[in-house]
C-alpha cells in the first residue's frame, strides 16, 4: 500500500506531502487524519522542527472529502445511524483543526493546485498559504447538499471576512489563485514550478529566528483569534519573560551592538 503521506526532512524543513494523487489527495479517511495528526504532533514536539510545509502529491492539493464514502455505511464519515455519524466527524476529521489549533510549530500550506471543500478548510488550518498560478479553491459543501463539517464556519471568516466567507460558502463558487490573493485567502501566488522554492525561502526566513521566540509568537496569534485583550496581555508578559531567559534574546542584543550576524541555537 502506497504511504499516504510523506515526510521529509532538510535541516530544519519538515516538509508534509499528502500522497494519493490518483484519489486527489482526499482527507476524510480516519488513517489520513490519524497519519496527518501522528506527523505534525512529533514536529511540534521536536524543538529542531523550525517550520512545515504541507503540500499535495501530483496537480491538486487536496479534494477534500472522498465522494466514493459519502454513501451510508461507506466505511466512510456518514453511518447509518446520525448519531454515529456525529461521532464519525468527532474522532475523524474535526481532530485536524483541533490538532492545527493547538500546534505551535509554524505551518505553510504549498498549495499546488485544486483546493475544494475540506480541502480549501485544510489550508486554512495553516498558518501562511502560498498559491501556485494553477491552484483553484472552492468551499463546496453547499453544492453536495451538506455544511462545512470540519469547522470551515469558524476559519473561513476568520481569513477572508464575513462577507466574502458568507459569499464563498453559500453559492459554493470556485475561485482562482489570482482572486484568493485578493482577498487574503493567501499572501503570494508563484507560478506553478517555483511554488516550493517560494515556500521554502519563507520557511527559512522563519527558521532563521530563534526558535522558542517563533514558536511563543505563534501561540499568541493563534490565542488572539479567541482570546480578549486583557487575557492576551497577560499571556504576552508571561510568555515575554520566558523570551527573555533564553540564551538565544541575548545573543540577539548581543549581535545588534556588536553589529554582527547573530547565531542563535534554540536555547
Request: hydrophobic share 45%.
Given at each position: 500500500?502506497?504511504d499516504?503521506?510523506?515526510?521529509a526532512?532538510?535541516?530544519g ?6 500522497n494519493?494523487?490518483e484519489k ?5 479517511d480516519?488513517s489520513?487524519?490519524?497519519?496527518l ?5 512529533a514536529?511540534?514536539q521536536d ?8 503540500t499535495g502529491?501530483g ?5 477534500g472529502?472522498?465522494l466514493k ?9 456518514r ?14 476529521i ?7 489549533q ?5 505551518v ?11 480541502g480549501l478548510?485544510l489550508?486554512?488550518m495553516?498558518?501562511i ?7 483553484k479553491?472552492?468551499e463546496?459543501?453547499?453544492?453536495l447538499?451538506?455544511t462545512?463539517?470540519d469547522?470551515g464556519a ?7 471576512g464575513?462577507?466574502k466567507?458568507?459569499?464563498?460558502a453559500l ?5 482562482d489563485?489570482?482572486?484568493a490573493?485578493r482577498?487574503?485567502l493567501v499572501s ?9 522554492a ?5 520557511a527559512?526566513?522563519?527558521?532563521a ?9 505563534k501561540r ?14 497577560e499571556?504576552?508578559?508571561a510568555?515575554?519573560s ?14 545588534f551592538?556588536?553589529?554582527r ?7
Open positions: 500500500m502506497t499516504q503521506i510523506l515526510q526532512r532538510d535541516g524543513i519538515l516538509t508534509i506531502t499528502l494519493m494523487p486527489r489527495n482526499p482527507i476524510s480516519v489520513v487524519v490519524d497519519q495528526c501522528d506527523a505534525f504532533m514536529a511540534d524543538i529542531s522542527v523550525r517550520c512545515v510545509i504541507l502529491a496537480t491538486v492539493f487536496s479534494s472529502g472522498d464514502q459519502m454513501r451510508p455505511d461507506s466505511g466512510g464519515l453511518a447509518g445511524l446520525p448519531a454515529e455519524t456525529r461521532r464519525n466527524y468527532k474522532y475523524g474535526q481532530r485536524l483543526p483541533m490538532m492545527f493547538a500546534l505551535e510549530v509554524p505553510i500550506a504549498a498549495v499546488n493546485g485544486a483546493a475544494i471543500g475540506a478548510d489550508t486554512t495553516c498558518d498559504r502560498i498559491a501556485a498560478s494553477s491552484a479553491f472552492a463546496s459543501f453547499v453544492r447538499g451538506i462545512p463539517g469547522g469558524w476559519l473561513l471568516p476568520r481569513i477572508v464575513f462577507s466567507a458568507t459569499e464563498l453559492t459554493g463558487d470556485t475561485i489563485a489570482a482572486e490573493l482577498i487574503g503570494q501566488v508563484v507560478d506553478d514550478a517555483e511554488l516550493m517560494a515556500a521554502r525561502k519563507v527559512d526566513k522563519i527558521a529566528n530563534p526558535t522558542h521566540a517563533v514558536r511563543m509568537t499568541l496569534l493563534r490565542e488572539g483569534q479567541t482570546a480578549d485583550l486583557k487575557n492576551i496581555l499571556m504576552s508578559a510568555m515575554q520566558l523570551a527573555h531567559a533564553t540564551a538565544d534574546n541575548d545573543e540577539a542584543i548581543t549581535a551592538l556588536e553589529k550576524s547573530p547565531e542563535f541555537k534554540g536555547e
